[in-house]
Structures are given as C-alpha cells and as structure tokens.
C-alpha cells in the first residue's frame, strides 16, 4: 500500500524567507509523487510531479522538490516566499502516472507567510 | 476552454436525506474520479468512471454511487446521509494518455449535513 506523511500541518515563515515543506512516502513500487496546492475556496492545482526522469523537479511559482529515495523523501522548496505563497499544500502518491491512477494525498500543510 | 466545473457550490442537507453532487470534465477528458475531503485533511479517493462504468473504487461504503452520462459529465450520490459525510467532494477529470496523465481539479462541492 502507498501512503505519504507530511510533517507538520502548519509551516509558518516570513516574506522572503526559504520555504521547506517536509513528505516522506512510502510505497512499495517506485512512485510518482506530486505537490498540489489549494487556494481557499478552490480546488487542488498540480505544482509539480516526479516521474521517475530527473530527481529534481522544478514547478510552477518558483517551487521545487527533489525525490530522495534513500529517505523516502519529496520535500517541497522555494528560495523566497510571497505573500501569495499562503495556501494549503497536499503531498501525493501513485502507483502509476496516469489519468486512471488514484492519487493518495498527505493530511496537508498550511503555510502562512508574515509580512 | 471551461475548466472542470461542479454544482451546486454549497449544500446543506440533513441526516438521513440523499444528495447528488455534478460534475463536468474539461472539454474531451473521459475520465473522471471522486475524491472527499473532510475538514482539515487530504482528499481521499472514492471512485473512477471511465466510458460510463466504475472502474475502481476507494474505501467508501455502498451508500456513495456514482454515474458517468455519454457527455463524460459525472454524478456522485450519497445515500443515508450521515454527519460524517460533511465535506468538501472534489471531482477531477482527465484524459487517457493525454498531457502524461495530470488530473485537473474542480473547485469543489462543500457539503453540510446537519
């Protein structure tokens, strides 16, 4: 069975500063790990995906994650936050990158920025 | 292009009662899965409709069902409503093959069973 542990459910940083948001999955096929994030009031939209090519993936916004299978990590990163940044962020899992694969999603994490 | 749209937006209903919640895939993706998302967690998946049949299932008891119409626009039900069914229900559509296999997300039907 998959499952994915997001660490921490809220990440508070300030304006600027790095942003470093924790998964660990476990699967006992090789995965394909997503991030999503949920604005307030909005459905999920895929920041990025690893697939198995390159095991550091860049995103949209700024956003990366490199898959790390000696940890069993996929941490997600950004150099600088925005105010635009805050949202919730779900880590995922597949067996499969494909439209007829189920997603497992994390608990979330919550990121607030300060000003 | 529309994206993925769902209806109604908010629901309250109250134990006991039934619900159908709509979905409408973007323009030519023939896939479409079900997934709850209850306060403070991450989605979990109830099941997939692919060419109008369920294709798989999460673990989610016989009073969720589901339909898929020839327009690939989708329908979940809740039967017996319980309190625990209040959630937000996202459906995500996707085309086989298509753009490597990216779901794409609606904004949600949030559902108040009171």
């Known amino acids: 069975a998959q499952s994915v542990t997001q660490l921490g459910s809220h990440v508070s940083v300030s304006e600027g500063a790095l942003v470093l948001l924790r998964c660990n999955y476990s699967?006992?096929?090789?995965?394909?790990l997503f991030w999503y994030v949920q604005y307030p009031n909005q459905g999920l939209q895929l920041l990025l995906k690893?697939?198995?090519?390159?095991?550091l993936v860049k995103g949209i916004n700024g956003f990366e994650a490199e898959f790390k299978k000696s940890e069993t990590s996929f941490h997600l990163t950004k150099p600088s936050a925005h105010m635009s940044d805050a949202a919730e962020y779900f880590c995922a899992v597949s067996e499969r990158y494909s439209s007829a694969s189920k997603i497992i999603f994390g608990s979330g994490t919550r990121l607030s920025i300060r000003p | 292009d529309a994206g993925v749209t769902q209806s109604p937006t908010h629901l309250i209903k109250t134990r006991g009662q039934q619900v159908t919640l709509r979905c409408s895939p973007k323009?030519?993706?023939?896939?479409v899965s079900w997934y709850q998302q209850a306060l403070g967690q991450g989605p979990q998946f109830i099941f997939q409709?692919?060419?109008?049949?369920?294709?798989q299932r999460g673990n989610f008891p016989d009073r969720f069902s589901g339909h898929q119409f020839p327009n690939y626009s989708s329908e979940l039900n809740v039967n017996a409503l319980l309190l625990g069914d209040s959630a937000l229900y996202l459906c995500a559509g996707a085309g086989r093959g298509g753009r490597g296999g990216e779901q794409f997300f609606g904004p949600g039907t949030r559902l108040t069973v009171l």
């Open positions: 409709y692919y060419e109008e049949e369920e294709r």
């Open positions: 699967s006992s096929v090789p995965p394909y």
């Open positions: 690893y697939t198995s090519a390159a095991t």
């Open positions: 323009s030519g993706h023939d896939t």
